[in-house]
């Protein structure tokens, strides 16, 4: 037996889990929020017990001391010495990295390199690392990276019509994100359904304040909508997600905006929170599409329309779709996204939807379609820290 601890860092969040080996058994679990603001939360669970602390936490190293120690004080681990290894996720690995890796220092470099492809998270992933390395110097850690899942895109899929020596020179092109949730549901659908994963052919949603669809042959990504960064593909949360490129120029010169300032509002205060003027919570925005609001029957309208619009064109391209999963925040708890979504493909796709079923699927595993169905429609929660701790013990051989 082994303990792994995941570690799932964000630009402002530190989740982990605690795990033992091979029994995949979750020793303790936690986060720390609101990372480099003037009070945070740190949070911690374990044998039923969840403890709340309410603090300072000015930066990632931090989050990670509080943590470790929080472990042993707690009664998790009688040492620090208990943890074989660790595993991070990283968030953009580039072209360099198809698969999950143990931790070199060509590793690293080449992760701060990629720093510039996301700059909120990269840098926070490698502070979160060296703070686990000066804690824990003996053991072995390996990076799971958002990106790996999704390298096995064709150049038809990946490449932008920009021109190409910017792809050569710059590196410019679509990598994704979420590839290691896109992964794990895609590869749990595949055992609930009894059916080899590499023989079928999947549509995978991971709707949250960040969002990303995936269109799966065989196992093997051939699509996804996420691009250069997790500013592209769908609307979310505050990001826009695709628009034409001339709103972007045309606006800089009408509000005298700095490149900084638009990155600011593409990625922050636009998406649900930029249309409906309420909230990038939808749990707020149903709020007031329940009382009449016409900014956020708008706002959930064109949600669905970007998500449909997406789906639609990756049936296509798959050609058959044997499964579509909804898994994060949106996509496990909030049935009316999915119904508004699945009411308009289920005419193309000949979904047979039970929809009182859809509404009973709140974070738990489930098959909302009916047998006739040509699309089996899945919700299933997605779990990011248990991918990680798998790969790291395969790759540790742990």
């Not at 740190?42 to 930066?59: A, G, L």
């Not at 595949?190 to 949603?205: G, R, Y």
Request: some cysteine; proline content about 4%.
């Amino acid at each position: 037996m082994s303990k792994i601890i995941s570690v799932n860092s964000g630009s402002s969040s530190l989740k982990f889990q605690l795990y033992e080996m091979p029994q995949e058994k979750v020793l303790c679990s936690g986060q720390a929020e609101r990372i480099g603001q003037q009070l945070g939360t740190f949070t911690i669970k374990y044998n039923s017990e969840k403890k709340v602390t309410n603090m300072p936490i000015p930066d990632h190293k931090t989050a990670v001391q509080k943590l470790l120690s929080s472990l042993t004080e707690c009664g998790i681990i009688k040492s620090l010495d208990e943890i074989d290894a660790a595993g991070h996720r990283i968030v953009q690995g580039g072209p360099y990295f198809g698969k999950s890796v143990i931790v070199d220092q060509d590793v690293v470099d080449k992760v701060q390199e990629l720093a510039e492809l996301a700059p909120l998270h990269n840098p926070a992933h490698l502070v979160c690392y060296e703070a686990f390395k000066e804690a824990l110097p003996k053991i072995g850690h390996v990076f799971v990276f958002d990106t790996a899942f999704h390298q096995t895109m064709g150049p038809e899929s990946y490449l932008f019509p920009v021109p190409y020596n910017w792809y050569k020179e710059y590196k410019i092109r679509r990598y994704g994100a979420h590839g290691t949730s896109h992964k794990y549901v895609n590869r749990r659908a595949a055992e609930l359904m009894k059916q080899d994963v590499h023989k079928l052919n999947m549509i995978t949603c991971h709707l949250g304040n960040g969002a990303s669809i995936t269109a799966i042959r065989n196992g093997q990504v051939i699509n996804t909508s996420m691009g250069l960064t997790p500013l592209g593909g769908i609307m979310m949360g505050t990001r826009c997600g695709d628009i034409d490129p001339t709103v972007v120029f045309y606006m800089m010169k009408k509000l005298n905006l700095t490149p900084d300032q638009m990155d600011v509002i593409l990625n922050k205060e636009s998406g649900m929170l930029g249309v409906s003027g309420i909230s990038s919570d939808a749990r707020d925005i149903q709020n007031a599409v329940n009382k009449g609001d016409e900014r956020a029957i708008l706002t959930v309208n064109l949600y669905a329309n970007r998500a449909i619009n997406v789906i639609g064109g990756y049936f296509m391209q798959l050609g058959h779709c044997d499964a579509m999963v909804f898994t994060a925040g949106l996509g496990e708890n909030d049935w009316h996204t999915r119904e508004r979504i699945l009411k308009g493909l289920e005419e193309g796709m000949h979904l047979d939807i039970d929809y009182d079923l859809n509404m009973q699927a709140v974070g738990k595993e489930c098959c909302i379609s009916r047998p006739d169905s040509s699309v089996q429609v899945w919700v299933i929660p997605t779990d990011e820290e248990l991918m990680i701790a798998r790969d790291t013990a395969a790759l540790l051989h742990l």
